[in-house]
């Protein structure tokens, strides 16, 4: 599996940002998808993820992010509204099969105060 992710950029706060990832390879055996971000000097943290049609958020993003699924397309979409300065952090996507972990380049989201 392969995973391509689209979408960052620096926004001011309160501002929006939809994040993109796109599957590819053996993306049938996918069974969940997500993002996770790291901050400077912290540790990689689940944002959101999706298997089927149930979601899961992170406490901190909860009612501010939205994560969602194109099975057609592969696709995993993370719309981002109400940012805050905290949310900084390279967004990374993820991929979970039966057996196997994949991860896609991270993407830099900045935003400032």
């Known amino acids: 599996v392969q995973l391509q992710a689209s979408g960052g950029g620096l926004v001011q706060a309160g501002g929006s940002l939809r994040l993109s990832c796109a599957a590819s390879?053996?993306?049938?055996?996918?069974?969940?998808m997500g993002w996770y971000r790291q901050a400077p000097g912290k540790q990689r943290e689940l944002v959101a993820d999706i298997v089927r049609g149930d979601t899961n958020y992170a406490n901190s993003v909860k009612g501010r992010f939205t994560i969602s699924r194109d099975p057609a397309k592969n696709t995993v979409f993370l719309q981002m509204n109400s940012l805050k300065p905290e949310d900084t952090a390279v967004y990374y996507c993820?991929?979970?099969?039966?057996?196997?972990?994949?991860w896609g380049q991270g993407t830099q989201v900045t935003v400032s105060s």
């Open positions: 993820n991929a979970r099969t039966r057996i196997d972990s994949y």
């Open positions: 390879g053996s993306s049938l055996s996918i069974i969940v």
